[in-house]
């Protein structure tokens, strides 16, 4: 079952009399519960279509479903709604709120986006903030937790209104590999219980060795994808598993 | 709404020496308000204490057209007896008079035997006066505190003048209405402080000898001073009597009374306004410190947080939480400015009340500075000050609220 269909999105920017064509008629499916990987080296479109996806943004061209939801039909505060109840979002930058402490950090999407009662609340950022193995530090501010801890607090934030979907935007970009491991494993541990859709942006081999489905954007234009059987080590050339993209 | 407060709270103790500094701001301001008008407002209320309780009543009745000749003092249009009596029903019926009472002022020669000059006197009956203009009696600087039938008050400066002193006789002569003189001799009965304002300086003798020097077959009268139980009053029942008396006319059509109240009537009336547009001016200059200081700080504020922003936006908060959530902080640094601000206001108001700093003011010396503060009072400045706040932080939340989340996001 399809999760989010996009047909020839295009996104184009512009600024004063330039145009710039980020995305190039890009036709792709994802599935439900599926573990996604987009790569593409830097200024390739990753970040744009994760934007569109996310509902952040609306496609120039084409026609992009999320959830059987039109992105482009969107206005301002419907995709808020939107976001706050389909979609979860992990960013390379951890993006903590620095005045709460993890625990508050967790719930701050239960309070400020689904106004949750406060039991329930409070069950669902306990059972997250140990999924992600962060229990104990959960009267920590951001400025008290390293890269990893603070990664793990929004994944486990990403995660705690239940959300369809999740979008990671280069999620271990500023994290080593011990920590980025450490934080891609309870990430496929939760999918594998919730079913939710995971899609990173990444060009960190250890995460698309991990994906099962990897989409390689180049140029704006989606240049192959591949499905994978997940836990392949990355000493094999990625290139050798492309296959040509899905005709338009 | 409570983790708005929350989130708001904590946000303004992230830099807290900026908050301090900003909340001092504000609390310096209140309290500079709150003092002037304090101050302001106790010199204000005392001086025209003064003026209505020495000599000029809350408000004053005249036949119509007397108080534009008031300066030659024409008996031609004293108040007849039956007109009087119309008036005095009118007063007896309201509720909020306290007391009045019927003036006869005319102009006349003062002299000592030795030398004569121009006196203008009030004919009264000391009762009915000293319960409408109570200071009355105590501006009595040499002499008993009285005024009996045969004696003259006569106003210090005159006595300094004239060498006169309490139990010299003296002469007084005036002409009355028809135009014939007349004389009689009194007793100095005490010399009469000045007071500050029109007829600050008259003379005062009793009414039966008034009637006597004037030859008045009947009593006629030139003036009527009105006291109010409660002066906060004063412009409702000048509205009521003004209406009720305005409906008095004479044979011709005219109306026959003028009703006037102090404001009307003393030239301190324009200090008065003078000092309540100063006090507007400096709250105008709270609102100028109020709005600048927090608009600042919101600026910086929502200057420093675009990525905070924009992660907030991208996980579903709605614009509106964002720009109440910018609101209430402003909003907070405005109440608790206040609040600090109209404590320390009502401490350091009741410091300068214990120091009894006195003053003087024209001829009035010593008087002592009573500053006060109403409750209304601070609630008004506080409430400008938190009106202020949200008014300031509105314009930064609104930028906060429509942000792009992309572009927020990519903010470094």
Redesign the interface.
């Known amino acids: 079952m399809e999760l989010i269909a996009g047909e020839n999105v295009s996104k184009v920017y512009r600024s004063g009399e330039v145009s710039v064509n980020a995305l190039k008629g890009v036709t792709f499916s994802i599935e439900k519960g599926a573990f996604v990987s987009i790569v593409g080296p830097s200024g390739s479109g990753k970040t744009t279509l994760l934007?569109l996806i996310?509902c952040?943004?609306k496609p120039s061209g084409g026609r992009l479903l999320v959830a059987g939801t039109d992105v482009a039909s969107l206005g301002?505060?419907d995709s808020?709604?939107?976001?706050?109840?389909h979609?979860?979002?992990i960013?390379q930058?951890f993006?903590l709120?620095?005045?709460?402490t993890a625990y508050e950090n967790v719930e701050?999407?239960l309070?400020?986006?689904q106004n949750v009662a406060a039991a329930q609340r409070r069950e669902q950022v306990q059972d997250l903030l140990e999924a992600v193995g962060m229990s104990d530090q959960q009267q920590k501010r951001p400025d008290q937790l390293s890269g990893g801890q603070k990664q793990r607090v929004a994944i486990a934030?990403?995660l705690v209104?239940r959300p369809e979907l999740v979008l990671a935007d280069e999620p271990t970009a500023n994290l080593d590999h011990d920590t980025a491991m450490g934080i891609i494993r309870p990430m496929k541990s939760i999918r594998e219980e919730s079913r939710t859709t995971f899609v990173f942006s990444t060009h960190d081999l250890r995460i698309i060795d991990e994906a099962e489905r990897i989409y390689r954007i180049e140029d704006g234009r989606l240049e192959g994808s591949r499905a994978q059987e997940g836990g392949r080590g990355h000493d094999e050339s990625v290139a050798d598993r492309w296959q040509e993209p899905p005709p338009v | 709404m409570m983790?708005?407060w929350r989130?708001a709270g904590?946000?303004l103790?992230?830099y807290k020496r900026r908050t301090l500094l900003t909340l001092s701001l504000i609390v310096f301001g209140v309290l500079f308000v709150a003092v002037f008008e304090a101050v302001t407002g106790s010199f204000k209320g005392m001086m025209i204490g003064q003026i209505t309780d020495s000599f000029l009543g809350h408000l004053q009745i005249h036949r119509k057209g007397y108080l534009a000749a008031i300066e030659t003092l024409p008996l031609t249009m004293n108040l007849k007896p039956q007109a009087v009596r119309k008036v005095e029903a009118m007063l007896k019926e309201r509720p909020e008079i306290e007391a009045w009472s019927p003036r006869i002022k005319f102009g006349g020669m003062f002299s000592n035997f030795l030398e004569t000059t121009h006196i203008r006197i009030n004919g009264v009956d000391p009762e009915w006066e000293s319960r409408t203009v109570p200071l009355f009696l105590s501006r009595i600087m040499e002499g008993e505190k009285t005024l009996k039938k045969g004696e003259i008050l006569v106003p210090e400066l005159l006595a300094k003048g004239m060498k006169v002193k309490v139990g010299d006789a003296v002469v007084v002569i005036a002409t009355n209405r028809d135009g014939s003189v007349n004389g009689k001799q009194l007793v100095v009965g005490g010399i009469l402080e000045s007071a500050t304002g029109p007829g600050g300086r008259d003379g005062y003798l009793h009414m039966d000898d008034a009637i006597e020097i004037l030859r008045m077959e009947e009593r006629e009268i030139s003036e009527i001073a009105v006291r109010l139980k409660d002066f906060g009053l004063l412009h409702k029942v000048h509205e009521h009597l003004s209406a009720q008396l305005g409906e008095e006319s004479n044979p011709q059509g005219q109306p026959v009374f003028d009703v006037d109240t102090w404001e009307e009537l003393s030239p301190f009336y324009n200090i008065a306004s003078m000092i309540d547009i100063m006090t507007l001016f400096i709250k105008l200059m709270l609102i100028a410190i109020v709005l600048i200081s927090i608009m600042n700080v919101m600026i910086m504020a929502v200057y420093e947080r675009v990525?905070?922003i924009?992660?907030?936006?991208?996980?579903?908060?709605?614009?509106r939480?964002i720009l109440a959530m910018f609101v209430l902080e402003g909003f907070s640094m405005g109440v608790a400015g206040a609040a600090v601000g109209s404590v320390l206001s009502a401490a350091a108001i009741y410091v300068i009340d214990l120091a009894r700093i006195s003053f003087d003011f024209s001829r009035q010396t010593g008087l002592i500075l009573r500053p006060d503060i109403d409750l209304a009072s601070l609630l008004t400045i506080s409430g400008i000050v938190v009106a202020v706040s949200i008014l300031a932080s509105l314009q930064p939340a609104l930028k906060a609220s429509r942000m792009d989340?992309?572009e927020a996001?990519g903010h470094v």
């Not at chain 1, 709120?97 to 709460?100: A, D, F, K, T």
């Open positions: 934007n996310g952040l943004d301002r505060a808020a709604v939107f976001r706050g109840s979609i979860g979002f960013f930058s993006n709120i620095p005045v709460l701050y999407p309070i400020m986006v934030r990403a209104t | 983790n708005l989130i904590r946000n103790l992230r990525r905070e924009g992660t907030m936006s991208a996980i579903g908060t709605l614009p939480k989340p992309i996001l």
